[in-house]
């Protein structure tokens, strides 16, 4: 069983930047796939950004391509998601999630674990 735990959500205005941070336990963190999911109010959950197991590849939404990075530090047991010039319509609650693949892995149905999620708010 592998328990997910994001942090590092806020209230940023336009243009600004987060840093969100998942740690993981309970498993072997580089046999997992790792993806960063959003939902805005009334919208469905929607990709956001993936890595594979060793951290060589990634994969990213059209939305947030150029904005976004998602990196791994398997040391650490921690995946992170930095976001730069952040709009209004990236407000949404971000949750990881972990795939016991380690591939590059896009499909929500494919990742067993959750996290609870962390809120983003940005400001116009």
């Known amino acids: 069983q592998v328990q997910l735990v994001e942090s590092g959500g806020g209230l940023v205005q336009a243009g600004g930047s987060l840093r969100l941070s998942c740690a993981a336990s309970g498993g072997t963190f580089s046999n997992y796939g790792m993806g960063w999911f959003r939902q805005a109010p009334g919208k469905d959950r929607e990709f956001v950004a993936t890595i594979t197991g060793n951290g060589g590849s990634t994969y990213y939404a059209n939305s947030v391509k150029g904005r976004f990075t998602i990196s791994r530090d398997n040391t650490k047991n921690t995946v992170y998601l930095q976001m730069n010039s952040l709009k209004p319509e990236d407000t949404a609650v971000y949750l990881c999630?972990?795939?016991?693949?380690?591939?590059?892995?896009?499909?929500?149905?494919?990742?067993?674990?959750w996290g609870q999620g962390t809120q983003v708010t940005v400001s116009s």
């Open positions: 999630a972990a795939a016991p693949y380690v591939g590059i892995i896009r499909t929500r149905s494919l990742y067993d674990y």
